[in-house]
């Protein structure tokens, strides 16, 4: 599964942005998907996962409640919809692709395919 995700940009805080993930090679729709996100600085952290069966999600504390993970596997693509940005949310973000069974989603290693990353800035 080859992974690339866009969408990212420059925000004023408050403001939203709506990043996709669009996946080719392979039937998305077996996959469950991840965002994570890289800071200047910092490693690389979760952010957002949906399963296969789009009604179970999961999303990291500083996001909840204002990122929703969704996914269309008509178009193979799945989305991350941020909402209310704050200057912290600055990061390189990434999207990952997870093929094998069970519901495990917080690591890298959780993950089997990876995309390039999208640029998102959220600056005045």
């Known amino acids: 599964v080859q992974l690339q995700a866009c969408g990212g940009g420059l925000v004023q805080p408050g403001g939203s942005l709506r990043l996709s993930c669009t996946a080719s090679?392979?039937?998305?729709?077996?996959?469950?998907v991840g965002w994570f996100r890289q800071a200047p600085g910092k490693e690389r952290e979760f952010v957002a996962a949906?399963?296969?069966?789009?009604?179970?999600?999961a999303y990291s504390n500083p996001v909840r409640g204002r990122f929703t993970v969704s996914r269309d596997d008509a178009k193979d693509t799945a989305y991350l919809q941020m909402n209310s940005l704050k200057s912290e949310d600055t990061a390189v973000y990434y999207c990952?692709?997870?093929?094998?069974?069970?519901?495990?989603?917080?690591?890298?290693?959780?993950?089997?395919?990876w995309g390039p990353g999208t640029l998102v800035t959220v600056s005045s």
């Open positions: 990952a692709a997870r093929g094998r069974t069970g519901w495990y989603y917080l690591k890298d290693s959780d993950y089997d395919y």
């Open positions: 090679g392979r039937t998305f729709r077996a996959y469950a």
């Open positions: 949906i399963n296969w069966n789009p009604d179970r999600t």
